[in-house]
């Protein structure tokens, strides 16, 4: 496939080929987009994962005509084409080499029909029923029709010694380091798709396609395949640090919006509170133990009887929701309420989207990539739920055609992907059934933005995609089963969604399903006696620790209680574990909610596969389970029993400690202080009331007092812990927490430095303000290591503390 023409435009360059067409066009110095068709023309197609940026700049290239092949340049990336085979390499502006496709060619395109079900009208030829996942309603289509021609497409790579890749979003496996590795890409309970690759060789690759995709590197070759496109289209964006990378996927995809600081505190949730009364007290009950919590959850069934998705609620069980709304916000409490896109016959939610002709061929599911149809879910969701004072939705279920979640036996890999992307081609495009999510996020940002300012959106959903962060959703990973092996991989599986630009992720503190059903493949937990079981109490404990260090920190589940005084009371190891983590995360919120601005200000990520920060250290590359969180903390959470198996059973003569690895440099124990030096393995202490965490060498962390809730003492001083061995800097980040402000300008910036020649710390001059801001405050500024501390008055003016100014 060689080149025949080359036209240079305003922002690229399209190569004629013996096979097609090829568009190299930039979108920055560093990232470039690449498009290949067959046909005369390359799509006009509008893209939902990549926003337009019409300010952009054109970018300046330059293109050499090499012996051999053409070099398009600019001055941050050269991308090289081979005039025989059109095989592409990525070089950095030092040449040195990025990735590349293999000598004969790297791209393939297979020309493939895309057929749409034709479903019958009669509503008797839908059939209903439930599943463990809720609401399931299944038509069979009396004939298809030929909607259009499309494209398989592969995209092969010569990946390099030693390089890892991480990303495609959060699955069930644990897999780290994706080299040697097969992943399906669909989206599915427990599988939520990002199309994103990031390499340690300083670049990433984002697929624009909605599709079902396929990601191989082993025996069958080394390429990302796509199953109905209308052309390839991709980007390759060059970093080479990883924050670089995901700040240019969020450039392509949009940035990521504040979520409101309660959010970052404690969320409980079970499956499920079943009124108006027991969410109250359930509140109450934390208030009263001088337990923090922000946020309750009311999980499926506030509808009234079998209307599900009704989204309105049950009078007899809730008979006064904007009075229940008074109550947990003068208790200082948000609650967060689930809402599905399937909805039962008979409700008036279902009878008006009928009438409206918004629901696809199973006559339950509404169209979200209908424009007008996500208006009239979100009227519905705002009459009957926001108007009230609801404060954040869990948009459950948004990958709606799940079809294997039932029998004993749980299908193969290769038997699930033929099932549920079959399921999902009956009702949906073949070219979008990985993007419904986003459009279902996508209506419920756009709604409630359009009402209020005042609220930020809040939007806990099952499924992702390139961009869906934009809408402020955090991804959780689905219904998992209670046994160390999927604690242990949740890591791995989160760890790679934030490395695909996503920054928002979490889990089910304590796994969805704890007891085990036979009957029931996904019904797997190794603890029928719940929360009686000292095994599972252990586990908790250990889920928990790893919570109070994700995005969100929100327990959940079925089968057995969550809340924290089920896992014992005052004096208890497991109840006190739990309280110390609890507590902690309160502690930290200054700094957490600073990595929260960082997100939306800079395109931050602040839970962190060890390859953001250690890029060139192989070493780090196949570690699933240890995380930094934010720029100082790195966490190392235990993954298994040492005290108690299934049954109460006491185990004997277990370690209590764990291998950790700690990069080069310097550490800290945040426990004890201990100056530690990097670059080695060491056995960590790891009881049970002690998560291994360490401090990186040059950090700063603020902290503040303990609280019952997020907006308490928002005068309170803050605690400024220098973690010295070398220079370091920290942007404290406020604002009023729960509007739109801030994207007017309405918040505070202030910059801290440690100079460690000096051993001085500065507070900068505060940069912006916000309605309420502290206009003096009080810092207590400590070293660790350092005996004593020494207090300061701060009123917005740079300020500088001296070692010697700690009051010993």
């Known amino acids: 496939m060689g080149v025949k023409n080359v036209q240079s435009g305003a922002n690229g360059i399209r190569l004629e080929?013996?096979?097609?067409?090829?568009?190299?066009?930039?979108?920055?110095?560093?990232?470039?987009?690449?498009?290949?068709?067959?046909?005369?023309?390359?799509?006009?197609?509008?893209?939902?994962?990549?926003?337009?940026?019409?300010?952009?700049?054109?970018?300046?290239?330059?293109?050499?005509?090499?012996?051999?092949?053409?070099?398009?340049?600019?001055?941050?990336?050269?991308?090289?084409?081979?005039?025989?085979?059109?095989?592409?390499?990525?070089?950095?502006?030092?040449?040195?080499?990025?990735?590349?496709?293999?000598?004969?060619?790297?791209?393939?395109?297979?020309?493939?029909?895309?057929?749409?079900?034709?479903?019958?009208?009669?509503?008797?030829?839908?059939?209903?029923?439930?599943?463990?996942?809720?609401?399931?309603?299944?038509?069979?289509?009396?004939?298809?029709?030929?909607?259009?021609?499309?494209?398989?497409?592969?995209?092969?790579?010569?990946?390099?010694?030693?390089?890892?890749?991480?990303?495609?979003?959060?699955?069930?496996?644990?897999?780290?380091?994706?080299?040697?590795?097969?992943?399906?890409?669909?989206?599915?309970?427990?599988?939520?798709?990002?199309?994103?690759?990031?390499?340690?060789?300083?670049?990433?690759?984002?697929?624009?396609?909605?599709?079902?995709?396929?990601?191989?590197?082993?025996?069958?070759?080394?390429?990302?395949?796509?199953?109905?496109?209308?052309?390839?289209?991709?980007?390759?964006?060059?970093?080479?640090?990883?924050?670089?990378?995901?700040?240019?996927?969020?450039?392509?995809?949009?940035?990521?919006?504040?979520?409101?600081?309660?959010?970052?505190?404690?969320?409980?949730?079970?499956?499920?509170?079943?009124?108006?009364?027991?969410?109250?007290?359930?509140?109450?009950?934390?208030?009263?133990?001088?337990?923090?919590?922000?946020?309750?959850?009311?999980?499926?069934?506030?509808?009234?009887?079998?209307?599900?998705?009704?989204k309105t609620f049950d009078p007899g069980r809730f008979p006064d929701p904007t009075q229940m709304m008074e109550r947990l916000h003068a208790m200082n409490a948000k609650l967060m309420v689930s809402i599905w896109p399937i909805m039962g016959a008979g409700g008036d939610n279902h009878e008006e989207m009928k009438a409206r002709g918004f629901l696809l061929g199973n006559q339950a599911t509404y169209d979200a990539f209908s424009e007008e149809a996500r208006a009239l879910y979100w009227k519905q969701a705002n009459e009957g739920l926001f108007a009230h004072g609801i404060d954040a939705w869990w948009c459950d279920c948004t990958e709606p055609f799940e079809a294997d979640w039932k029998g004993a036996v749980k299908p193969e890999p290769e038997q699930r992907m033929l099932i549920n992307t079959a399921e999902s081609k009956r009702y949906l495009d073949p070219g979008l059934i990985n993007a419904y999510s986003m459009q279902h996020s996508k209506g419920i940002y756009e709604g409630q933005r359009a009402v209020t300012s005042d609220k930020r959106v809040v939007n806990l959903t099952r499924s992702a995609y390139a961009g869906q962060h934009r809408y402020a959703t955090i991804t959780w990973s689905g219904d998992t089963a209670a046994n160390w092996e999927t604690l242990r991989k949740q890591i791995a599986d989160g760890l790679n969604f934030c490395v695909t630009g996503s920054p928002y992720w979490t889990l089910d503190i304590g796994a969805f399903f704890v007891q085990k059903r036979k009957e029931q493949w996904f019904w797997n937990g190794d603890y029928d006696e719940g929360v009686a079981d000292l095994g599972y109490r252990e586990l908790y404990v250990r889920w928990f620790q790893l919570g109070a260090f994700l995005p969100m920190f929100r327990s959940h589940g079925t089968d057995t209680p969550r809340e924290i005084w089920q896992f014992g009371q005052e004096g208890e190891l497991m109840y006190d574990t739990l309280v110390k983590y609890l507590k902690l995360r309160y502690r930290l919120m200054p700094y957490i909610y600073s990595l929260a601005g960082a997100v939306a200000h800079r395109s931050y990520t602040m839970f962190r596969a060890l390859a953001f920060d250690y890029r060139e250290d192989t070493r780090v590359h196949d570690i699933g389970d240890q995380f930094?969180?934010?720029?100082?903390?790195?966490?190392?959470?235990?993954?298994?029993?040492?005290?108690?198996?299934?049954?109460?059973?006491?185990?004997?003569?277990?370690?209590?400690?764990?291998?950790?690895?700690?990069?080069?440099?310097?550490?800290?124990?945040?426990?004890?202080?201990?100056?530690?030096?990097?670059?080695?393995?060491?056995?960590?202490?790891?009881?049970?009331?002690?998560?291994?965490?360490?401090?990186?060498?040059?950090?700063?962390?603020?902290?503040?007092p303990e609280t019952q809730y997020t907006d308490e003492q928002p005068e309170a001083i803050v605690r400024l812990k220098v973690y010295s061995g070398k220079d370091a800097a920290f942007t404290l980040y406020e604002d009023e927490g729960d509007n739109y402000n801030y994207e007017h300008g309405s918040c505070s910036m202030i910059t801290l430095n440690w100079c460690e020649a000096d051993r001085s710390l500065t507070i900068g001059k505060r940069e912006g303000r916000y309605e309420g801001m502290p206009e003096v405050r009080q810092f207590a500024v400590e070293i660790t290591g350092q005996a004593g501390s020494c207090t300061v008055t701060y009123s917005g003016e740079a300020v500088t503390v001296r070692e010697n100014d700690l009051a010993f």
Not at 244 to 273: C, D, H, N
Not at 644 to 672: A, I
């Open 17 to 310: 080929t013996e096979e097609g067409l090829m568009q190299i066009d930039w979108c920055t110095p560093g990232i470039a987009r690449i498009r290949y068709t067959l046909n005369a023309e390359l799509s006009s197609k509008e893209s939902l994962m990549v926003v337009s940026r019409p300010e952009a700049e054109a970018v300046q290239y330059k293109v050499t005509d090499q012996d051999g092949y053409l070099e398009i340049a600019t001055a941050r990336l050269t991308i090289q084409v081979d005039k025989e085979t059109c095989a592409f390499s990525y070089r950095d502006a030092d040449g040195r080499l990025l990735a590349r496709e293999p000598r004969r060619g790297g791209k393939t395109l297979e020309r493939t029909e895309i057929y749409h079900t034709v479903f019958d009208a009669d509503a008797d030829a839908v059939e209903t029923g439930q599943g463990a996942d809720g609401l399931r309603a299944r038509a069979e289509g009396v004939s298809r029709r030929l909607a259009r021609e499309a494209f398989h497409t592969k995209l092969e790579f010569e990946w390099q010694k030693d390089e890892a890749l991480y990303g495609l979003g959060s699955h069930e496996e644990g897999m780290m380091n994706l080299r040697g590795k097969h992943q399906y890409l669909y989206q599915q309970n427990m599988k939520a798709v990002v199309p994103v690759l990031v390499s340690t060789r300083g670049y990433g690759i984002l697929v624009d396609s909605g599709s079902y995709m396929t990601f191989h590197d082993d025996a069958f070759g080394s390429y990302l395949w796509t199953d109905a496109d209308e052309e390839m289209d991709y980007y390759f964006i060059h970093g080479p640090e990883f924050d670089e990378i995901t700040a240019g996927i969020r450039y392509l995809t949009g940035e990521a919006p504040m979520l409101p600081k309660w959010s970052f505190g404690y969320v409980q949730s079970k499956e499920r509170y079943v009124s108006q009364q027991e969410l109250i007290d359930i509140v109450q009950g934390y208030r009263e133990r001088s337990l923090p919590l922000d946020c309750i959850v009311l999980d499926w069934q506030s509808w009234t009887g079998n209307l599900w998705g009704q």
């Open 628 to 704: 930094m969180f934010g720029p100082a903390f790195m966490v190392a959470p235990v993954t298994e029993a040492m005290y108690y198996g299934p049954g109460s059973r006491e185990l004997q003569g277990v370690s209590k400690q764990r291998s950790v690895y700690l990069p080069e440099g310097e550490w800290y124990d945040y426990w004890t202080g201990e100056r530690l030096a990097g670059g080695r393995v060491i056995e960590a202490g790891a009881d049970l009331a002690t998560l291994p965490l360490f401090v990186r060498a040059g950090s700063i962390v603020p902290e503040g």
